[in-house]
């Protein structure tokens, strides 16, 4: 069999680099280590192994019609069958498109029906957290909508019976007839890899275009340098594979460095909070990469979850998705981290294809300030820009983070609409990529993400990142979690508008609404004091944990008719909540008054 790969060696980028090479070398090196999401029940799957499964699978879709350029839809969780349907349609020329194993049907249709997909990969059911999610069922309703798909192949993660209509193909069966050798497909290097679907502020969700070999070069690179991978490292991302995380640092970074790389399949606290540290301790990780998000929530349940397991195998550990707060990077160096792991701040996006901004790489013993990403990645040109379009020079000064030339992961396009990829992009910034993003250059020269540009607030004329108001809030021991967003005044320009979640055992609110107000005024200054502190349930976030602050400022400017696209929304209900909260906030201020 060896033999036989070996003739096709030469022909693809991505799946030559990921797969063949390793099997050339050691064949029997663990390529993917999935924890599933039963405590402890891990499975090794090695580099040959995976090469055969890709085969057969890619095998399978050729035999259903799927050639070269055709979009697949891939609706499955974290596993290895996963990440094969991802390698196989990238040997056969297919464009993958994952959506995350969570989005609602109307969500799933909306991006198969735009990518104009003709299969859907899934599973009959998922586990997460210890509850099954009906996968098939939402596939189902999704492709009455779908005109294009012609198969749904359908894998099994439980024993469960699904419907199996007139489309539906048992995956594995299938599977089973087929050669485990496929001929990879000869591929240019600016030829498709893969779609990628994420939300705007407005209008639809924008496919983003990656290619061969510019993403899979940036990718493997960022990996390498900014983790300190070597090899025989256990690398643990625990992104899903529906997001671009998931994608560079799950899937493609670590398989073209020929790492042994941990598929997540779970949560963080499930069946408690220690399972990401045992998850460490059993399979001797040696990076964990993981959301701010995250480490909030377990922040919370206190440092014996944490001391109760060895992670004397860590060796870095990063943060990915948005700015992290001091508290919690603290918390994830010297607590999880034993004060002696690189903690790595990762800046990057969905467009970006990898991390565009980290501490590392950097000169041996070089300096790591705490909630920073500091440092550009080689290629990289960031510049900041003021409200004028001017570059702004020098040190101590914010601006409007772009980049200034190209690099070899950046998307290429949105799929079908190259003009509002231009618009989005190039338009604000001329010759610039705008990334939407605010950053602080310090006098070292090092960038301090400040967040998302409509997470800035001008407040009488000083420039203020929400970010470092939550940040102030969020040492406050009732207070897990905050959002703080700008709002139109009358008198300042813009006033903020703070949301608080407090713990359950919280009695006295006013006397914490007074703290928290008295903690931003000292830690930052008076003016920098929210106007308005909203205390609520929840936030409303993806299923990735993000807090969607743009649904927030609709709410609290009169335009809840009005909040565009909420289909990554982890639970839609939760708008109505925080609707019903301000309501009622509203008439006890008028009532006040």
């Avoid at 034993?338 to 300096?367: F, N």
Wanted: glycine fraction near 8%; proline fraction near 5%; hydrophobic fraction near 40%.
């Amino acid at each position: 069999m060896l033999e036989q790969w070996e003739k096709h060696l030469c022909f693809q980028i991505s799946q030559v680099n990921c797969l063949d090479q390793h099997v050339q070398k050691s064949p029997e090196s663990v390529a993917l280590i999935w924890e599933r999401d039963e405590p402890g029940t891990e499975v090794r799957i090695t580099y040959r192994e995976l090469l055969e499964t890709t085969c057969r699978l890619a095998n399978t879709l050729k035999r259903h019609g799927i050639r070269r350029g055709d979009r697949v839809a891939i609706y499955m969780p974290v596993s290895p069958l996963a990440v094969a349907a991802m390698l196989a349609c990238a040997r056969i020329g297919a464009v993958h498109t994952v959506v995350f194993a969570g989005f609602s049907a109307e969500s799933l249709a909306g991006r198969i029906n735009d990518a104009k997909c003709k299969v859907v990969i899934t599973f009959n059911q998922g586990l997460r957290g210890g509850r099954v999610v009906e996968l098939k069922k939402i596939v189902d309703e999704a492709v009455k909508h779908c005109p294009t798909i012609q198969h749904v192949l359908v894998a099994h993660r439980t024993d469960n019976k699904v419907h199996m209509g007139h489309r539906d193909i048992p995956l594995e069966q299938e599977m089973a007839k087929e050669d485990p050798v496929c001929a990879p497909e000869s591929m240019g290097s600016e030829d498709m890899l893969f779609l990628l679907y994420t939300s705007g502020s407005t209008g639809t969700p924008k496919g983003l275009v990656h290619t061969q070999a510019g993403y899979l070069l940036y990718a493997a690179l960022t990996h390498r340098l900014v983790f300190d991978y070597r090899p025989g490292d256990v690398f643990g991302c625990v992104a899903d594979i529906g997001w671009i995380t998931g994608h560079s640092y799950v899937v493609y970074g670590p398989l073209c460095n020929g790492a042994t790389s941990v598929l997540f399949e779970s949560t963080p606290v499930y069946p408690d909070a220690g399972r990401y540290w045992e998850t460490v301790q059993r399979l001797k990780i040696s990076q964990f990469y993981g959301a701010p998000t995250a480490v909030r929530l377990l922040l919370k349940y206190g440092d014996s979850w944490v001391k109760k397991y060895d992670r004397s195998s860590l060796r870095t550990l990063g943060s990915v998705g948005e700015p992290i707060n001091f508290e919690a990077w603290e918390w994830l160096h010297k607590v999880v981290g034993d004060s002696r792991c690189t903690l790595v701040d990762t800046w990057w996006q969905t467009e970006t294809g990898g991390i565009c901004i980290a501490p590392r790489p950097s000169e041996e013993g070089a300096e790591v300030l705490p909630g920073m990403a500091m440092r550009p990645f080689f290629g990289i040109v960031p510049v900041l820009m003021d409200e004028k379009g001017n570059v702004v020079e020098g040190s101590n000064v914010s601006g409007a983070l772009c980049l200034s030339q190209a690099w070899p992961g950046m998307a290429r396009t949105i799929y079908g609409d190259h003009q509002r990829f231009m618009e989005a992009y190039f338009k604000p910034y001329p010759g610039h990529y705008f990334t939407g993003d605010g950053a602080y250059r310090t006098e070292g020269g090092y960038y301090q993400i400040t967040g998302r540009m409509d997470d800035v607030i001008n407040i009488s004329g000083h420039r203020l990142g929400t970010a470092e108001i939550e940040d102030a809030m969020a040492n406050h021991p009732a207070v897990p979690e905050t959002a703080v967003i700008g709002y139109p005044h009358d008198i300042k320009g813009e006033a903020a508008f703070a949301f608080i979640v407090l713990k359950d055992n919280t009695s006295d609110t006013d006397a914490v609404v007074k703290e928290l107000r008295s903690a931003v005024a000292t830690k930052i200054a008076k003016y920098a004091v929210p106007d308005q502190i909203l205390v609520v349930k929840r936030l409303p976030k993806t299923r990735s944990g993000k807090v969607m602050r743009r649904l927030l400022r609709k709410i609290i400017t009169g335009r809840a008719q009005d909040l565009g696209d909420t289909t990554t929304l982890e639970d839609p209900s939760v708008i109505t909540e925080i609707l019903s909260a301000y309501q009622k906030y509203k008439s006890k201020q008028a009532a006040s008054q």
